[in-house]
């Protein structure tokens, strides 16, 4: 059963079987941590979305979250959620590129083109951030 | 790394098919030139009048001014003197002023000092050049 949760979260691309490794719980977090990073041991919180390696720091969300506002030009009353997407707040293709741009200068990584082009939320762009500060850790 | 880039894509690529290929050529063209303005910071000495923000911002703002447009070779001939002008950039053929000139400033930059002569004026002339209409 293990296995197969593996197996389907490494090439599932739709959300019913992504629900399903949620119904797994802890078992489906497990298996992240040994798959992607090791030294983040938490099991994964937001186990809606099959990409999730594991769960983004808090900070690193907020950071994101705020370059966001800034970039955007948004009030500091609206409510950013970790799940919002950037076209949702009024981004174009060009802001996003934009965002991802400076998130890449804020963090000091560089984003592939692959990979930029699956950023459509805040949780993505986080951990995306995260997996590259820890490959940079790892190459240094 | 870069300006070799950006020399290499000054020999005219073929023509986008679509709006969607000169839309991803717009934003390969955007992400090289926000790559590279840590270097443009560096040679023109601008780390005390400018962030690298202000310049990102200022770059997205002009690819913006040209959004509407529908014709991929139209496209095309605007990034192509985009990547000239960041070539020129990068390759410090352009001076400090220029850059600061067409970057930095915007539409009032050039008349920041206005100090004490223009304490007295009236609302309308301190309106003049934005609009009639206030």
Request: aromatic letters at 6%; proline letters at 3%.
């Amino acid at each position: 059963m293990a296995t197969v949760s593996a197996a389907s979260v490494r090439f599932a691309s739709l959300k019913p079987a992504s629900r399903s490794n949620q119904a797994n719980g802890v078992t489906s977090g497990v298996m992240f941590v040994t798959i992607g990073t090791s030294k983040l041991g938490f099991p994964s919180l937001r186990s809606s979305r099959f990409r999730v390696h594991c769960a983004a720091k808090p900070e690193t969300v907020n950071k994101v979250i705020d370059i966001v506002k800034k970039q955007l030009a948004l009030s500091d009353d609206t409510s950013l959620t970790p799940e919002s997407k950037f076209s949702s707040l009024g981004a174009d293709s060009l802001d996003t590129v934009e965002i991802v741009m400076c998130l890449e200068e804020e963090f000091d990584i560089s984003v592939d083109e692959d990979n930029s082009q699956n950023i459509t939320t805040v949780q993505e762009a986080a951990d995306l951030i995260e997996k590259l500060v820890l490959q940079k850790a790892e190459a240094d | 790394m870069s300006a070799l880039a950006a020399l290499k894509m000054v020999k005219v690529p073929p023509n986008s098919a679509s709006v969607g290929e000169a839309r991803k050529r717009t934003l390969e063209f955007f992400k090289m030139a926000c790559r590279s303005l840590p270097s443009v910071m560096e040679i023109y000495n601008l780390d005390d009048v400018v962030t690298v923000s202000h310049l990102r911002s200022a770059i997205s703002a002009q690819i913006r001014k040209n959004a509407h447009i529908n014709n991929p070779k139209v496209i095309d001939l605007l990034l192509f003197k985009a990547t000239e002008e960041l070539s020129n950039i990068v390759t410090h053929s352009k001076q400090r002023h220029h850059v600061i000139g067409q970057y930095v400033l915007g539409h009032e930059g050039l008349m920041q000092d206005m100090g004490t002569k223009d304490e007295g004026i009236s609302e309308f002339l301190k309106q003049f050049y934005t609009s009639n209409y206030f």
